[in-house]
């Protein structure tokens, strides 16, 4: 999702699946619909309503919000995606397109400058920010590869949220989320749960193989191909 959001925030524009995606993100981690409204408004620059939230409200993009929420059409509340449901949707087609599995590459070398940006660490301001190591990059790409994207995804939270360990693939980007922030609210908690005693004898590299050789749950979730 943070892909999503720096492309809204560049472009000032994003088209239905990354609208729908990413909305529906952020009412899953709390926000309310009036703030999901504000938000919109103010980055949607490109349709000339930016920073009006009463008129933005009123275009097709205000109707879709609140049906997000349940406001509109069947009045389903909508739940958020899971990563199974992200890496079955089409293709992006343009500059003003931003969707899906950023870890379902088209362009490798993209990809990895994403990997090499460093992002902030979870513990704070006041810790360094963090980037996955060349070697990580490689396992990383290589299991994007062979279509082991939440795999792939798993080694990434791994190496830019120190300690932490999972025996299970994430299943959507809210579930992502919600670990990140429990690492930033409760790190000794978090990491004092996910450290057996063998781990705390682990220094350095032995201590860093053994978190990128966990037993997980196998990935199944596959690319799938376009009918013909």
Request: glycine share 8%; aromatic share 10%.
């Amino acid at each position: 999702m943070r892909q999503v959001d720096e492309h809204l925030r560049r472009e000032g524009h994003l088209k239905h699946h990354g609208r729908f995606t990413y909305g529906l993100f952020l009412k899953a981690i709390g926000l309310s619909l009036q703030d999901s409204m504000t938000l919109f408004s103010s980055l949607m620059t490109v349709k000339g309503v930016a920073g009006n939230s009463e008129a933005f409200a009123k275009t097709a993009y205000g109707y879709n919000i609140r049906h997000n929420y349940g406001m509109e059409g069947k009045k389903t509340s909508y739940s958020s995606m899971s990563c199974a449901t992200l890496l079955a949707l089409p293709p992006v087609v343009d500059r003003f397109d931003c969707h899906g599995c950023p870890f379902r590459f088209k362009d490798e070398g993209a990809f990895r400058s994403m990997l090499l940006k460093e992002q902030p660490n979870p513990l704070g301001k006041e810790h360094p920010p963090l980037r996955p190591s060349t070697s990580d990059i490689e396992e990383i790409v290589q299991d994007c590869k062979g279509q082991h994207y939440t795999r792939a995804c798993y080694k990434y939270f791994v190496a830019t949220h120190p300690g932490v360990k999972r025996d299970t693939l994430f299943r959507s980007p809210f579930e992502y989320y919600t670990l990140s922030r429990e690492v930033g609210e409760r790190p000794d908690e978090i990491l004092s749960e996910q450290t057996t005693p063998a781990r705390r004898l682990m220094t350095g590299d032995s201590l860093k193989r053994s978190m990128f050789t966990p037993t997980l749950k196998e990935d199944v979730i596959r690319e799938r191909k376009s009918p013909p």
